[in-house]
């Protein structure tokens, strides 16, 4: 497969914690096992539905962005594409230039969406939208059908305002990798619409102030163009690492890291890879350093923070009837994750350059990783100056048990690890302390039986980000987000009659955090609670090696709260249909409870 480009869902099967087996002990080549799964395509067998003629819209639950109620936005069509033989050519390109039909520089929310089209059959693909360098979207794309498929992504992109509305032209850069041939016939044709709506003069002060949301200034952490790939870091092993040297105004007073993660390949599936003693004892080749992941971010060396991501599934991942037409969390808008890099002004505002490094801790082939540094300005101060005043960064700490004989087994993995930075900025905002702590801890336990044709994988990411800035002894501004990722697989393999199999996936996932900041000068304060989860249920009928028929079904629930909006959504779809979707926007009148005591 190194040939081809690198496929969101390498095997797609639903067996995936050792989906690139490719070699058993002798002893057990004479039956089929989970260990040499079925291979399929797209599209090889039919559905229920599979005679409809309209396209299926597919779609990922979650809330829209917030918009003002002021007057309609001024819309621009950047981009149109149809990305059929792309993989291994360049980006993308389109010149991008605010619109001069919008009459203001400034606004109150900036929208980006994209809407994509495809029919026949495809894999599905992972894809980036990029300006000037600055990723602001990470996707994936649906794998359509014969009768073809719609979706789009609306995302708030205004806290990229700085770079969106710079009085100069700019390249943005779309990479989709994708391949057509007799058999593969989908071609994406994709549209990309910003859309720029008008500053209300209610919420001028909302982007002004120490905490405020939109940055100064973005430098992008990812790799330059030209390229025949996307603009990210390509991580392909333990032992890589990739960086890029950066260089601030000296005026800075507050810095954040945005990271974007998603992975693939031989880690695509890397919460079910299994320990190498396990594959080393049973003679086995596959996707191993067991289910821990991490991604490191470095400056000049030394860990600064770490991001310990959400398992996404992408829509051909597990079994791909599980995600149609709603995808998995995450599929079509990929989470992005911040590190706070204010404690160490101290040292990069010497005007010197300085290096960010990104690594992946037990990573196998592939992860892409870049960034978007976000900077805050000093408007009054020419130079800021800045000192670090105490690191504290824990090593980490990680623990495996393995109870194992022959192919079953029960495998425990624990991690947790603690990062924790104090920085002095003297700015005109005053002399302030910044304290930043990252906690993190995970726990995947694993049971393998039937010879390795029945899995369960259960697991839990937390992790904890915490900031505090003080002038004096008086707090200023503070922020704190608390993440939970629980993630449960059951997987089993049920031999029927004429080489024929029944392939039984059930998923459990969740994507659920606490946000809250607020800002004393200002009198700001916000605070929401998100609660995500999605179950999914499927069977695949193999027979021959093929898949020939199935079925999925997926019930969501997503229920957030928060300072700016309410948003409830209760959705349930089988074999392409949506069976039910109720919606709720009214926030109700009973406060919501954060973990600290506060509630709004």
């Not at 005679?51 to 979650?62: D, G, I, M, W």
């Not at 400056?299 to 991001?307: F, H, M, T, W």
């Not at 706070?340 to 010197?352: H, I, K, N, R, V």
Request: hydrophobic share 35%; with cysteine.
């Amino acid at each position: 497969m190194s040939s081809l480009p690198p496929l969101i869902s390498f095997f797609f099967t639903v067996f995936f914690s050792l989906h690139s087996l490719s070699t058993l002990a002798d002893h057990r080549e004479t039956t089929r096992s989970r260990f040499k799964p079925p291979h399929f395509s797209p599209l090889l067998f039919s559905s229920p539905s599979q005679n409809v003629t309209s396209p299926t819209r597919y779609l990922e639950v979650k809330k829209p962005p917030v918009l003002p109620d002021s007057q309609p936005p001024c819309s621009h069509h950047i981009l149109h594409h149809e990305f059929g033989y792309t993989y291994g050519k360049p980006p993308v390109l389109a010149n991008y230039t605010l619109p001069s039909h919008c009459t203001s520089p400034e606004f109150s929310k900036i929208v980006l969406e994209l809407k994509s089209t495809c029919k026949g059959r495809q894999f599905d693909r992972i894809f980036g939208v990029w300006l000037d360098g600055v990723e602001m979207l990470r996707s994936c794309t649906a794998e359509p059908r014969l009768n073809g498929i719609v979706w789009s992504v609306e995302k708030d992109v205004t806290k990229y305002h700085s770079i969106l509305v710079k009085n100069e032209t700019q390249l943005l850069a779309v990479y989709l990798g994708n391949l057509v041939d007799k058999t593969y016939t989908g071609v994406y044709h994709v549209d990309v619409f910003f859309h720029y709506y008008p500053l209300q003069r209610t919420l001028q002060d909302s982007s002004s102030g120490y905490s405020s949301p939109r940055a100064d200034m973005i430098l992008p952490v990812s790799r330059n163009l030209p390229l025949n790939d996307g603009l990210w870091f390509e991580i392909v092993s333990l032992n890589d690492s990739k960086y890029k040297e950066v260089v601030i105004p000296r005026n800075v007073y507050r810095a954040v890291l945005e990271v974007y993660v998603s992975f693939h390949e031989k880690d695509e599936f890397w919460y079910g890879n299994l320990p190498n003693d396990f594959l080393s004892a049973n003679n086995l080749t596959a996707s191993g350093n067991g289910p821990f992941r991490e991604v490191v971010v470095s400056l000049d060396g030394k860990v600064a923070g770490a991001v310990w991501p959400f398992p996404v599934v992408f829509t051909g991942g597990i079994n791909p009837l599980l995600w149609r037409p709603i995808t998995a969390i995450g599929s079509f808008d990929l989470p992005s994750y911040d590190i706070e890099m204010t404690p160490f002004l101290g040292s990069l505002l010497d005007g010197e350059a300085h290096k960010l490094e990104f690594s992946v801790t037990n990573a196998l082939n592939v992860w892409y990783v870049d960034a978007n540094l976000h900077l805050w300005l000093d408007q009054e101060k020419e130079i800021v100056e800045g000192k670090v005043l105490e690191i504290k960064r824990s090593s980490l700490e990680i623990s495996s048990v393995s109870d194992f004989k022959g192919l079953n087994g029960n495998f425990t993995t624990k991690a947790k690890r603690s990062v924790h930075s104090i920085g002095l900025v003297k700015s005109s905002h005053g002399d302030i302390i910044t304290n930043a702590s990252q906690e993190l801890t995970y726990v995947n336990t694993m049971v393998l039986g039937k010879d390795g044709n029945f899995q369960i994988i259960d697991q839990l990411i937390q992790a904890d980000d915490r900031v505090n800035a003080k002038r004096e002894s008086r707090e200023i501004y503070t922020a704190e987000s608390i993440k939970s990722f629980p993630f449960y697989l059951y997987s089993d393999s049920l031999e029927e009659q004429n080489h024929t199999s029944h392939e039984v996936a059930n998923v459990t996932m969740g994507f659920n955090e606490e946000r809250s900041w607020s800002d004393d000068g200002l009198m700001r304060m916000f605070r929401s609670k998100l609660e995500n989860k999605q179950e999914a249920q499927g069977v695949m009928v193999v027979k021959n090696n093929l898949v020939v028929n199935g079925y999925g079904g997926t019930q969501q629930v997503y229920n957030y709260v928060g300072s700016d909006q309410c948003y409830f959504r209760n959705i349930s779809s089988f074999n392409y249909t949506i069976l039910y979707d109720k919606v709720e926007t009214v926030c109700k009148k009973k406060t919501l409870k954060l973990s600290h005591g506060s509630s709004i």
